[in-house]
């Protein structure tokens, strides 16, 4: 079974399924997490992130990269875990690997265990394996998605993991979609990775009309490949598309023991109210589940799922989240409005709404953000004391609020530049932030 995982162990890369589709596809890119993995021995590194977001994608083309380096083949091992029962079944695969490499004389190798959270009780494997030093010399890469992230199985390998990593694997984000779309666009732009630089986004302002159209094209697509490269084909997401991704998230919720009808009715309440913060108590009250404790579970299993970000309330002057407060909850990519609007049979939110969600999605990749609220409102806060107002509208005002340790906020508008008090349109914004 192994050797069918390993094609290039015969001299034949080119026959892997997944790189072929690569290949050949239109539209095609180099995930950026890929420089992020470590490959020094011993490194136990986890991939993880939503379903279909390109993760073993990723692996093939590291897999390519080290085979064009001249690694032995040998010495490069990928395994599709979903195949495999439990953990048992994962050490006697491993163990023949360990017999084949003896066999050549190699002392280290890449090994690859794709989908690992599939295996009943996995990580029993790799731990047994890591304190036996059967790893010693090599470098794991281990990806997941949800189950892996929710059940903190990742945590259970404290001081067992070398030089490894954690990466996550989001969906592309405006700047990458228009990396991938526009490559010339892409290359005029600033880059901009501190909001506190955002006025640098202003050099930006000559390419305004293009990245308002690719503005237009994420709002359809969000960052999911296959959503990417139907909009960019065809200007539309496909039924099929909808129907694969739909298929991935139910999945997950009956994989994870969770009820699809609670799920429905907390995303159709979302979908309803967002960005208007919401209390767990009413919430409950709302759609019938019985207790905040209830909706909190469920929340948070769909923030892990990376389906939902959260942004609690921040006190201005300490910057510090009250989490008795209502929260605001927003979904993680533009993709997931129309992907859960059908599902839940409901109107899909205004633009405004889903710019907001999109703002406040990015910034969570990289800050701790929250919101503040009062006679007034700042839609995002960064707990670095930077606040964000979207206001997606025609000849809005720049924002000149500064309450307690929020010490600038950048209003993202529709279409107006300003640079005292900072004003840059949205997508601009998104185009130079590189997260």
Same mark, same amino acid.
């Given at each position: 079974? @192994?050797?069918?995982?390993?094609?290039?162990?015969?001299? &034949?890369?080119?026959?892997?399924?997944?790189?072929?589709?690569?290949?050949?596809?239109?539209?095609?890119?180099?995930?950026?997490?890929? $420089?992020?993995?470590?490959?020094?021995?011993?490194?136990?590194?986890?991939?993880?992130?939503?379903?279909?977001?390109?993760?073993?994608?990723?692996?093939?083309?590291?897999?390519?990269?080290?085979?064009?380096?001249?690694?032995?083949?040998?010495?490069?091992?990928?395994?599709?875990? =979903?195949? *495999?029962?439990?953990?048992?079944?994962?050490?006697?695969?491993? =163990?023949?690997?360990?017999?084949?490499?003896?066999?050549?004389?190699?002392?280290?190798? !890449?090994?690859?265990?794709?989908? *690992?959270?599939?295996?009943?009780?996995?990580?029993?494997?790799?731990?047994?394996?890591?304190?036996?030093?059967?790893?010693?010399?090599?470098?794991?890469?281990?990806?997941? $998605?949800?189950?892996?992230?929710?059940?903190?199985?990742?945590?259970? +390998?404290?001081?067992? &993991?070398?030089?490894? &990593?954690?990466?996550?694997?989001?969906?592309? $984000?405006?700047?990458? +979609?228009?990396?991938?779309?526009?490559?010339?666009?892409?290359?005029? @732009?600033?880059?901009?990775?501190?909001?506190?630089?955002?006025?640098?986004?202003?050099?930006?302002?000559?390419?305004?009309?293009?990245?308002?159209?690719?503005?237009?094209?994420?709002?359809?697509?969000?960052?999911?490949?296959?959503?990417?490269?139907?909009?960019?084909?065809?200007?539309?997401?496909?039924?099929?598309?909808?129907?694969?991704?739909?298929?991935?998230?139910?999945?997950?919720?009956?994989?994870?023991?969770?009820?699809?009808?609670?799920?429905?009715?907390?995303?159709?309440?979302?979908?309803?109210?967002?960005?208007?913060?919401?209390?767990?108590?009413?919430?409950?009250?709302?759609?019938?589940?019985?207790?905040?404790?209830?909706?909190?579970?469920?929340?948070?299993?769909?923030?892990?799922?990376?389906?939902?970000?959260?942004?609690? !309330?921040?006190?201005?002057?300490?910057?510090?989240?009250? !989490?008795?407060?209502?929260?605001?909850?927003?979904?993680?990519?533009? +993709?997931? !409005?129309?992907?859960?609007?059908?599902?839940?049979?409901?109107?899909?939110?205004?633009?405004?709404? *889903?710019?907001?969600?999109?703002?406040?999605?990015?910034?969570?990749?990289?800050?701790?953000?929250?919101?503040?609220?009062?006679?007034?409102? @700042?839609?995002?806060?960064?707990?670095?004391?930077?606040? +964000?107002?979207?206001?997606?509208?025609?000849?809005?005002?720049?924002?000149? #609020?500064?309450?307690?340790?929020?010490?600038?906020?950048?209003?993202?508008?529709?279409?107006?530049? $300003?640079? =005292?008090?900072?004003? @840059?349109? #949205?997508?601009?914004?998104? #185009?130079?932030?590189?997260?």
């Amino acid at each position: 079974m @192994i050797e069918h995982f390993n094609p290039w162990w015969r001299g &034949r890369f080119e026959d892997d399924e997944d790189y072929r589709k690569w290949k050949e596809s239109e539209i095609k890119w180099i995930p950026k997490e890929i $420089s992020e993995i470590s490959l020094d021995s011993f490194s136990l590194n986890f991939l993880f992130g939503p379903r279909q977001v390109g993760k073993t994608t990723l692996l093939k083309l590291l897999i390519k990269k080290l085979l064009d380096e001249e690694v032995d083949p040998m010495a490069v091992f990928y395994l599709r875990c =979903d195949y *495999i029962e439990d953990y048992k079944e994962l050490i006697n695969v491993l =163990d023949e690997y360990f017999e084949m490499r003896e066999v050549e004389g190699i002392e280290s190798s !890449y090994i690859f265990l794709d989908e *690992i959270t599939f295996p009943r009780e996995w990580f029993r494997a790799i731990k047994l394996y890591v304190d036996m030093g059967k790893f010693r010399n090599d470098v794991l890469v281990l990806t997941g $998605s949800v189950s892996m992230y929710l059940k903190g199985e990742v945590e259970t +390998f404290p001081g067992r &993991r070398g030089k490894g &990593r954690d990466i996550i694997m989001y969906p592309l $984000s405006f700047r990458e +979609f228009v990396r991938v779309a526009s490559p010339e666009v892409y290359k005029n @732009i600033p880059r901009v990775s501190d909001p506190f630089e955002a006025d640098e986004c202003i050099d930006a302002k000559p390419w305004t009309n293009e990245l308002r159209i690719l503005f237009s094209l994420y709002l359809k697509s969000g960052g999911f490949p296959r959503a990417v490269k139907d909009v960019l084909k065809s200007g539309r997401v496909s039924e099929e598309t909808y129907e694969t991704y739909l298929a991935w998230v139910r999945g997950d919720i009956l994989r994870l023991g969770k009820s699809e009808w609670v799920v429905k009715r907390i995303i159709k309440a979302i979908l309803e109210k967002a960005p208007s913060p919401l209390g767990w108590n009413t919430l409950a009250k709302e759609i019938d589940v019985g207790s905040h404790k209830t909706v909190f579970r469920y929340i948070e299993f769909l923030e892990k799922a990376f389906i939902v970000k959260v942004l609690p !309330y921040l006190d201005p002057n300490t910057l510090e989240p009250n !989490y008795k407060k209502e929260k605001k909850v927003h979904l993680t990519d533009p +993709f997931l !409005y129309h992907l859960f609007s059908k599902w839940c049979l409901v109107e899909e939110p205004g633009i405004d709404k *889903i710019v907001e969600g999109v703002v406040a999605s990015h910034l969570a990749r990289r800050y701790e953000v929250g919101y503040w609220r009062n006679s007034s409102e @700042i839609d995002i806060v960064t707990r670095e004391g930077v606040g +964000f107002e979207v206001k997606w509208r025609k000849n809005p005002g720049a924002s000149k #609020a500064h309450v307690g340790k929020i010490r600038e906020v950048i209003t993202l508008s529709k279409e107006g530049f $300003s640079r =005292d008090p900072l004003m @840059i349109p #949205a997508y601009v914004f998104l #185009a130079c932030f590189d997260v």
